[in-house]
């Protein structure tokens, strides 16, 4: 197989992984990654609870490490993220699920502490990486129809600090830190059949921003298809078309497979090897043709490259485009037949 990212380039895309601390550590990993991937995402090394784990004072060595690596093979980094409701240090935020309440500040931060940090933590990751990052996933995951707010947002820390213009601050700061840096919304789940309420609650987040000036540039669909959930075509056409008549770049920025279920075309799980790898390969395909259609997807990104490192492992033994020991699987193919039969675009 030729480089996937090399293949991408033919067309004006580039391809991607998300990538951990072994990425750099495990010479088979790390020389996989360096053939197949143009850019990578940070995964957990810029997470907050990663950089700042036991207060409000930096770590940055995994990132640092991660980012001198990427530059040494000449491939980008895409900054993830500057502001989740989810994954933040005990410091800051109780890790409640229960509703109404979805966690509570930490003792003794207050409201105007924690606005503070919030504000500082955006500056200085930002500035910091500074001409080295060039694009950041500024806000993950702001929809979540479950916590029962009419404009469908989720309901945690940051909704509970600064309301809903929480999303446009993080945006504005960003780009006073870099202005030249392309700023990207991550959402779950807006590929789900079923899930159009939430695709139209995102499109009004997103127009509400474009109304007020905010500088937002693209998208992420993080795109962590399930099989047994399904996937709707005229739902994503019908996204996708919305965002490309907003001019707004989009990646598909998470992309990996969960096929064990017993609904829609999930697969018993202990299923065959070689049953999972092509069912899954024909499930993703039709979505990646869908996606690609349109010239305001620039750029594909797994979830991790090799199967016994994503984070479905456990129950989904098969859901990334490699398996455990760097060998291509029939998902590998099928991204890379996509990617051939794009309609070639400008370059970004």
């Known amino acids: 197989m030729n480089s996937l990212h090399a293949t991408a380039q033919t067309r004006g895309l580039t391809f991607g992984a998300a990538?951990?601390?072994?990425?750099?550590?495990?010479?088979?990993?790390?020389?996989?990654?360096?053939?197949?991937c143009g850019i990578i995402t940070t995964d957990i090394a810029l997470k907050w609870n990663t950089v700042c784990p036991s207060g409000p004072s930096y770590d940055w060595t995994q990132a640092d490490n991660m980012i001198a690596w990427a530059e040494a093979a000449n491939i980008k980094v895409k900054g993830h993220p500057l502001v989740w409701n989810e994954f933040n240090p005990t410091w800051l935020w109780t890790?409640?699920?229960?509703a109404p309440d979805f966690g509570e500040l930490t003792s003794p931060m207050t409201v105007d502490e924690a606005k503070r940090v919030f504000d500082q933590h955006i500056t200085e990751t930002i500035e910091r990486f500074s001409g080295r990052i060039h694009i950041w996933d500024v806000v993950n995951e702001p929809i979540e129809l479950a916590h029962g707010r009419d404009d469908g947002m989720r309901a945690k820390l940051w909704m509970k600090v600064w309301g809903p213009d929480y999303v446009a601050r993080a945006f504005?700061?960003?780009?006073?830190?870099?202005?030249?840096?392309?700023?990207?919304?991550?959402?779950q789940s807006l590929e789900k059949f079923n899930n159009e309420k939430a695709r139209v609650k995102f499109l009004a987040l997103i127009d509400r921003l474009l109304d007020a000036g905010v500088p937002i540039h693209g998208v992420g669909l993080e795109s962590h298809l399930i099989m047994w959930?399904?996937?709707t075509h005229e739902g994503i056409m019908w996204l996708l078309n919305e965002l490309h008549k907003r001019g707004l770049e989009v990646h598909i920025s998470e992309l990996d497979v969960a096929h064990v279920g017993d609904s829609g075309q999930g697969l018993p799980a202990g299923t065959d090897p070689a049953t999972v790898d092509a069912a899954v390969a024909s499930f993703v395909?039709?979505?990646?043709d869908d996606v690609l259609s349109?010239?305001?997807?620039?750029?594909?990104?797994t979830w991790q490259l090799i199967d016994k490192y994503s984070w479905l492992y456990n129950s989904n033994p098969r859901p990334l485009p490699f398996d455990d020991c760097c060998q291509q699987k029939a998902f590998a193919r099928e991204i890379e037949r996509a990617l051939i039969s794009a309609r070639p675009r400008a370059r970004r």
């Open 172 to 187: 504005v700061r960003a780009h006073a830190a870099d202005p030249h840096a392309k700023l990207f919304m991550n959402e």
């Open 294 to 301: 349109f010239p305001n997807v620039t750029t594909v990104i």
């Open 95 to 98: 890790d409640s699920k229960t």
């Open 285 to 288: 395909g039709s979505y990646l």
């Open 19 to 36: 990538a951990g601390p072994r990425t750099i550590t495990e010479p088979e990993l790390c020389a996989l990654v360096k053939q197949h």
């Open 229 to 231: 959930a399904m996937v």
